[in-house]
């Protein structure tokens, strides 16, 4: 069904649901999710974070899924990202969540703790969620002492973004597996010598590169019981890194970063290289005309980079949903189905079952991410556990400091026990 019909059929059920509400509301009462309706049609509701590019290529799968499921009826809403976090804070805590949500690894932990989120691996979800395609461990990116709260609709690695004819004009090394950070600092000091670039615009304020040389060392960001996974000389050392190559003028000048804004200092054409997830090369790519590639993470340990494949959104449903089968049917529509992966691509990172990532001939950038994806396969480590609550607070207490530390208004020492303060107060609760 579609079309006027639909929508006439929505505004109705809209009216009848906000009858509904106002029932409960006199009973003290409230529950989640959608409907049924007396034709037997079931009314679930879908919301995710994104743009209106994304909410169009969203739009049009479920389109495809209910007209393969025409008993089921899907309202959909999104918002971005900001707006998302603080409408889900508002709905879970009345317990009006939607059926089906769109989650993110660094709130997992906690909205499973506050018991919004379903488990998928048991009764009816689990008999219509098939998860055996899974690329790279993705299947359990969303499981929590033995409980499965999410899947991943995409996945990505974190990765090293540069411009290799900068680093090849300045006979710089070039980034392959298993070369080292002693290597990476290298090409800064040649690039600076060479070209009239700097090799790259500093990484102490980012989260994931710090995670990265963690693992290198046998350590993480976060232990299995949600306390630090590393201690303060870990972290000094992390943050003097940038120190020392800004004090040697190798770094690009964060003012004029800032400046630069809202174009990126790799798009800009001021920086050789950039740490960040690998989708971010389309971003990056946009904005400037040079040849850009992705290449990994220099290492500490050359039998490992730390990287991983990293869950780059998942889809949950509400424990209180009246609707856990159907709700169930459509995240395994969005995961599986071939067509899916056709209409959206990349654009929620690379497809997350092996089945979808064959569907898809990708173009252009796409395509570069596709084939560093598997040309890394190999080389991955199992992903981390879904982080403790706060998570997404400690990393931007990371970013905020890291910039402090940049523009010289702290100390390392400082840096160190301004974070482990604020990070140790956000895991307490």
């Known amino acids: 069904m579609s079309g006027g019909r639909r929508g006439a059929a929505r505004v109705r059920r809209a009216g009848m649901v906000g009858l509904a509400a106002l029932a409960l509301l006199a009973t003290g009462t409230a529950c989640s999710g959608g409907d049924s309706g007396g034709d037997g049609t079931v009314t679930i509701r879908y919301t995710w974070w994104g743009n209106a590019d994304r909410a169009e290529l969203v739009q049009q799968a479920i389109d495809l899924f209910e007209e393969r499921n025409p008993n089921i009826d899907v309202q959909p809403s999104f918002s971005e990202f900001e707006a998302y976090w603080q409408k889900l804070a508002t709905e879970s805590a009345g317990g009006g969540e939607p059926d089906v949500i769109?989650?993110?690894m660094a709130y997992l932990r906690e909205y499973a703790d506050k018991g919004v989120l379903l488990d998928l691996s048991q009764g009816e979800a689990a008999e219509n969620l098939n998860t055996d395609d899974f690329r790279g461990g993705l299947a359990d990116a969303g499981r929590i002492d033995g409980a499965l709260y999410g899947v991943p609709v995409g996945g990505n690695v974190f990765s090293l973004i540069y411009n290799p004819a900068v680093f090849e004009q300045?006979?710089?090394p070039m980034p392959e597996v298993g070369w080292t950070w002693e290597q990476y600092w290298e090409a800064f000091e040649r690039i600076d010598a060479e070209t009239d670039i700097k090799?790259?615009?500093g990484y102490a304020g980012v989260f994931y590169a710090l995670e990265?040389?963690?693992?290198q060392?046998?350590?993480?960001?976060?232990?299995?019981?949600?306390e630090l996974g590393f201690t303060r000389e870990q972290l000094a050392d992390f943050l003097q890194q940038e120190v020392d190559l800004?004090?040697?003028?190798?770094?690009?000048d964060p003012q004029r970063a800032t400046e630069l804004k809202p174009v990126s200092p790799i798009g800009g054409d001021i920086s050789a290289s950039e740490f960040t997830w690998d989708n971010f090369l389309t971003r990056y790519a946009g904005e400037t005309t040079t040849e850009l590639a992705l290449g990994p993470v220099p290492t500490f340990d050359p039998a490992s980079t730390g990287q991983y494949l990293k869950a780059s959104q998942l889809m949950s449903v509400s424990a209180r949903s009246e609707h856990p089968a159907e709700a169930a049917m459509l995240i395994d529509f969005m995961v599986n189905d071939p067509e899916v992966a056709k209409i959206i691509g990349a654009n929620r990172g690379m497809p997350p079952t092996n089945a979808q990532l064959e569907a898809v001939e990708f173009e252009g950038v796409d395509a570069m991410v596709a084939e560093y994806e598997e040309r890394m396969a190999e080389f991955l480590a199992p992903a981390p556990p879904a982080p403790p609550a706060g998570a997404g607070t400690i990393e931007a207490s990371l970013l905020r400091i890291g910039e402090d530390l940049s523009y010289g208004e702290i100390t390392v020492d400082e840096a160190v026990d301004q974070f482990f303060t604020e990070a140790e107060d956000t895991l307490a609760g």
């Open 170 to 172: 300045a006979g710089a």
């Open 246 to 252: 800004r004090e040697d003028g190798l770094t690009v």
């Open 199 to 201: 090799g790259g615009s």
């Open 102 to 104: 769109q989650m993110d």
């Open 217 to 226: 060392q046998g350590a993480a960001l976060f232990t299995e019981d949600g």
């Open 212 to 215: 990265m040389q963690l693992r």
